[in-house]
């Protein structure tokens, strides 16, 4: 009986010791997987960080680039008005040119008839 009682706290012993080893490894393993996790978590808090510093940057880009464009259609438009003033200017003093000449022919024209009239 007494080898029979000796097996048995043996055999007691080993599954306490089995216990222990489980409960190690289970608390070792839970330390683990929360280590993961709280990794996880600074990687998704990283890219979440990330990713607004790159949609802020792309933003500031977009908002640069629509002053840029908005510009160069502002200096564009003041190119094409100074471009149809400077047209309109010259041709204002087209027509006073020709109108100078035509005054000037028309006084030829009268001083012309003048004599001829005071010939006769």
Same mark, same amino acid.
């Given at each position: 009986?007494?080898?029979?009682?000796?097996? +048995?706290? /043996?055999?007691? !012993? @080993?599954?306490?010791? &089995?216990?222990?080893?489980? #409960?190690?490894?289970?608390? =070792?393993? *839970?330390?683990?997987?929360?280590?993961?996790?709280?990794?996880?978590?600074?990687?998704?808090?990283? +890219?979440? /960080?990330?990713? !607004? @510093?790159?949609?802020? &940057?792309?933003?500031?880009? #977009?908002?640069?680039?629509? =002053?840029? *464009?908005?510009?160069?259609?502002?200096?564009?438009?003041?190119?094409?008005?100074?471009?149809?003033?400077?047209?309109?200017?010259?041709?204002?003093?087209?027509?006073?040119?020709?109108?100078? #000449?035509?005054?000037?022919?028309?006084?030829?024209?009268?001083?012309?008839?003048?004599?001829?009239?005071?010939?006769?």
């Amino acid at each position: 009986m007494s080898s029979a009682r000796y097996l +048995y706290e /043996r055999q007691l !012993q @080993a599954d306490r010791a &089995r216990e222990r080893q489980n #409960e190690s490894c289970q608390h =070792i393993l *839970r330390q683990h997987t929360q280590g993961q996790i709280q990794a996880n978590h600074e990687r998704n808090v990283d +890219y979440r /960080r990330r990713h !607004q @510093a790159v949609s802020q &940057r792309q933003k500031e880009q #977009e908002r640069l680039d629509d =002053i840029r *464009r908005k510009e160069a259609e502002r200096e564009a438009m003041m190119e094409r008005k100074a471009i149809r003033e400077a047209a309109e200017a010259q041709a204002e003093r087209e027509a006073s040119r020709k109108l100078a #000449e035509d005054r000037k022919r028309q006084r030829i024209i009268s001083e012309s008839t003048e004599l001829r009239d005071l010939e006769r």
